[in-house]
Structure formats: structure tokens, C-alpha cells
């Protein structure tokens, strides 16, 4: 029941892009992402519906495919404030699972 | 404030004791969630409250694990004969209905 994130970490020098997908075996209401900085709790992103919808703020935008139980955020000319842990959390029925998270290390 | 809050920030407590955890959601937010976070892990889903229905029980790991929500706003999560790997942090997020949570700065539980 728990989404699959990948990848499991990935390293940016400052100005690069990434791509973070999360996919699940069962259908799905919508979509969550949140970033979680060392020792904080995490804070959400945006939240997608389904209907295939992307959406973005900044330089961070997502995306959600229904048909495919997937969903992928896209991080543009990444900041250093970008680093964290990102995790998708997807909703199927009542209750969320979240994915195990994708350590994301910006560097300048 | 309006964040969720959590107490305590830390409880230190010997194997085989029982501890109280409590989350104070967001004024409003019909929906109330706990998660457990073990180090450099992922979100552990636990319970979910939403309203007045039945909470989704599915996440806890064991009998040991209760959670109440009491008139629909304050809950507590009750770990009863603690064992060392229940040590985490064990994270409350409140939200409406099918909308984004906010999550609380958790509470560090330590089983000694």
C-alpha cells in the first residue's frame, strides 16, 4: 500500500534539475508532496487530484497521471534551499501512506 | 498559534512503561493523523480520525497502540509496556478533508 519513490537520494550542484516519481499499485484519489528539512517536520508542497492534472509553483511543479497511478515532481535551476527529503503521500481511501522518501542534496 | 502542537517534545521512559502522547490540531480540521518516523525513515502511518466516523486503525503496529479523539479536536496516542523499538517520532497533522495536513513538530520518544 505504500507508494515506491525513487530515486532514494540524489546530489544537484545549484541551477540543476530533478525529477522525483512516485507510484502506486492501487488507484488514487490524489497525490501529496511535502519536504521535510533535518529535524522538522514536513511541509507541504502541493496536492493533485485526479484528473490529470500538474501543478506548479516557482520552480517546482508536479504532475499526476491517473491512469497510471503515478505522479513525478519536477524541481527546476534547483536552490540550495531545495534540499530535504521530499515524500509523495497518496491517498486511496481514508487514510494516506507516504513513500519513503527521496533525499534530495543541492549543493552550491 | 494556529499550528498543530504536540506535547510532550520529548519523553524519555523505561522499557515496559506506558506513555501518553497528545496532538492539538488545528481549530476546524475535521481530519487528524499520526504518523512514526524512526530515524532517516519514511512517514509510518498509524491512525486516521475524520469526523465523527470510525478511525482507520489499519496502521497500528500492534495492540499495544491506541489513539482516542475526544469531541473531535484533541487526541491522544497511548503506547501501553513500551519496547526499544517503539523509539521514534511520532508525528500529529490535522487537515480538512482530503487536503494538505499540517504536521505538527512531533514528539521524540525514547525507550530505554
Known amino acids: 500500500q505504500q507508494p515506491v519513490q525513487s530515486p532514494q537520494a540524489v546530489i544537484l550542484r545549484e541551477g540543476e534539475d530533478a525529477v522525483i516519481n512516485c507510484s502506486s499499485s492501487?488507484?488514487?484519489?490524489?497525490v501529496h508532496w511535502y519536504r521535510q528539512k533535518h529535524g522538522e517536520a514536513p511541509v507541504f508542497l502541493m496536492i493533485?487530484?485526479?484528473?490529470?492534472e500538474q501543478k506548479g509553483h516557482d520552480k517546482i511543479s508536479a504532475s499526476f497521471n491517473e491512469k497510471k497511478q503515478q505522479s513525478s515532481l519536477y524541481l527546476t535551476a534547483s536552490q540550495l534551499s531545495y534540499s530535504g527529503t521530499y515524500f509523495c503521500g497518496t491517498e486511496g481511501g481514508n487514510d494516506m501512506r507516504f513513500g519513503a522518501g527521496t533525499r534530495l542534496t543541492v549543493k552550491p | 498559534g494556529a499550528g498543530v502542537s504536540q506535547s510532550p517534545s520529548n519523553k524519555v521512559t523505561e522499557k515496559g512503561k506506558d506513555v501518553e502522547l497528545r496532538c492539538d490540531p488545528i481549530?476546524?480540521?475535521?481530519?487528524l493523523y499520526w504518523y512514526r518516523q524512526s530515524l532517516g525513515q519514511g512517514l509510518e502511518f498509524l491512525i486516521y480520525?475524520?469526523?465523527?466516523?470510525?478511525?482507520?486503525k489499519s496502521g497500528l503496529p500492534s495492540d499495544r497502540f491506541s489513539a482516542e479523539r475526544t469531541g473531535g479536536s484533541v487526541s491522544t496516542l497511548t503506547i501501553q509496556r513500551t519496547q526499544q523499538e517503539d523509539s521514534a517520532v511520532y508525528l500529529c497533522?490535522?487537515?480538512?478533508?482530503?487536503?494538505?495536513?499540517?504536521f505538527g513538530p512531533g514528539t521524540r520518544l525514547t525507550v530505554l
Open positions: 481549530s476546524g480540521h475535521t481530519a
Open positions: 493533485l487530484l485526479k484528473g490529470g
Open positions: 497533522a490535522s487537515s480538512l478533508a482530503r487536503r494538505k495536513q499540517f
Open positions: 492501487k488507484a488514487l484519489y490524489s
Open positions: 480520525f475524520q469526523g465523527n466516523s470510525a478511525p482507520d
